[in-house]
């Protein structure tokens, strides 16, 4: 089935380390994000990818780094400069002009 | 810059009763604009796609709506359910990326 899957979909971070979120799509689309979303909030743009090597800061990119070295697959690393990364953080695949498919989700709590 | 603006931030209604959200935008040029339930805990799935010629659009008990000319959407959702509880989204691509709104969360109470 075609798709976009984000794993794993509980993460517990100590203090101090780095964890990376997987987000994988067999859609063939161009463009993915990824998004930050607090309880009772929207989603916030962490950082976007519009072509394979190519990616954009989003509004929230600060303690967040992503690379896009395939075309199905963008990585989101929460580095310990990221302050406060208890969230939910969500992947999702475009073709901009087309519909957005998201992820489930990743719940990413620091212990 | 391209903005999605929703109203109201959240909403109580009692089961079986009719609510109507709103989403505004600005972004140009339009070539669609989506609506998204997103359930607690899981990733948003599509309700309905509006493009620039449809004004009217059904899916089951929600019905979107569109007016190009005031770039205004709205999703009426009729005889609510307690399974409609969720954050409605709103989502409208530009040029590079899509432009989300903040998302109405909708509470149906028995």
């Known amino acids: 089935d075609g798709g976009i899957t984000q794993s794993p979909k509980y993460l517990f971070r100590k203090e101090g380390q780095n964890v990376t979120l997987s987000c994988e799509q067999n859609?063939?689309?161009?463009?993915m994000y990824w998004y930050r979303q607090d309880p009772g909030q929207g989603l916030r743009l962490i950082y976007y990818?519009?072509?394979?090597?190519?990616?954009q800061k989003g509004d929230i990119a600060e303690g967040y780094s992503v690379s896009r070295e395939k075309k199905e697959s963008f990585p989101l690393t929460v580095t310990s400069a990221q302050k406060n990364p208890t969230a939910f953080y969500l992947c999702?695949?475009?073709?901009?002009?087309?519909?957005?498919?998201f992820g489930q989700g990743t719940r990413l709590t620091v212990v | 810059k391209n903005q999605v603006e929703q109203s109201p931030q959240s909403l109580i209604i009692l089961e079986g009763k009719n609510c109507t959200l709103q989403c505004n935008y600005t972004v140009s040029p339009f070539s669609n604009l989506r609506w998204y339930k997103q359930d607690t805990g899981r990733g948003p799935v599509s309700l309905t796609i509006m493009t620039f010629s449809e004004n009217t659009k059904s899916n089951g008990r929600y019905t979107a709506t569109l007016d190009a000319d005031t770039k205004q959407s709205s999703l009426h959702i009729t005889a609510s359910q307690l399974s409609d509880s969720a954050s409605y989204i709103c989502v409208v691509p530009g040029d590079y990326k899509l432009s989300f709104g903040a998302g109405t969360t909708v509470t149906v109470r028995a």
């Open positions: 999702a695949s475009s073709n901009t002009r087309t519909e957005a498919f």
């Open positions: 859609l063939n689309h161009d463009a």
């Open positions: 990818s519009q072509i394979v090597n190519d990616f």
